[in-house]
T-cell receptor
């Protein structure tokens, strides 16, 4: 099935560092969601974006809805060990029925 | 408030056997989704319900997969017969009415087909 491109695929960072990841699409989306998934659990919603250019924060997390509506970015500031996990983006496709298309995931590992 | 509940959490079966997964959405959420998540990938939609109606089942392999949401609340996803390639995590999610709202996921059922 269709999946969005996420970059990087994986990253190892030191505790306290900032993290940036992005998600790109060839299609225009009207909504972007960012999720975090821990091993053996379902994805947990972190941030929702509804408007091009929108910048939204949730604690140490900040996400942006790209101006072209074809991309989105997630930043984590001052990473901590519990930030470890897989981060997924999801874009809302409105061609046909409403459907969220998920990214391939960014695997984050934090070194204490 | 209780989240999305799924059971079982883990299931191991032999190929050609049937298997069923159950999901209870967040109270008040009329929309229910079943997703398939293969190892190392993001979730992919199998079917979406608005109340009792399956409004998008275009990605559901109907030769062996079936789903129902008879009373518009909880739902069951069935595979019969299971194949080796069906080994994956099956996620249920729910949202307020309409496929454009934020979705909340359950913990998933990890299926292993031997």
């Amino acid at each position: 099935g269709q999946q969005l491109n996420q970059s990087p695929q994986s990253m190892f960072i030191q505790e306290g560092e900032d993290v940036s990841m992005n998600c790109t699409s060839s299609s225009i989306f009207n909504t972007w969601l960012w999720y975090k998934q821990d091993p053996g659990e379902g994805p947990v919603l972190l941030i929702a974006l509804y408007k091009a250019g929108e910048l939204t924060s949730n604690g140490r997390l900040t996400a942006q809805f790209g101006i072209t509506r074809k991309d989105s970015f997630l930043n984590i500031s001052a990473s901590i060990p519990s930030d470890v996990g897989i981060y997924f983006c999801a874009g809302l496709s409105t061609s046909g029925t409403y459907k969220y298309i998920f990214g391939t995931g960014t695997r984050l590992k934090v070194l204490a | 408030e209780a989240g999305v509940v799924q059971s079982p959490r883990y299931k191991i079966i032999e190929k050609k056997q049937p298997v069923a997964f159950w999901c209870n959405p967040i109270s008040g959420h009329n929309t229910l989704y079943w997703y398939l998540q293969n190892l190392g990938q993001g979730p992919e939609l199998l079917i979406r319900y608005e109340n009792e109606e399956a409004v998008d089942d275009s990605q559901l392999p109907k030769d062996r997969f079936s789903a129902e949401r008879l009373k518009g609340v909880d739902s069951t996803l069935k595979i019969q017969p299971a194949e080796l390639g069906d080994s994956a995590v099956y996620l249920c999610a729910s949202s307020l009415a309409g496929g454009y709202n934020e979705q909340f996921f359950g913990p998933g059922t990890r299926l292993t087909v031997l």
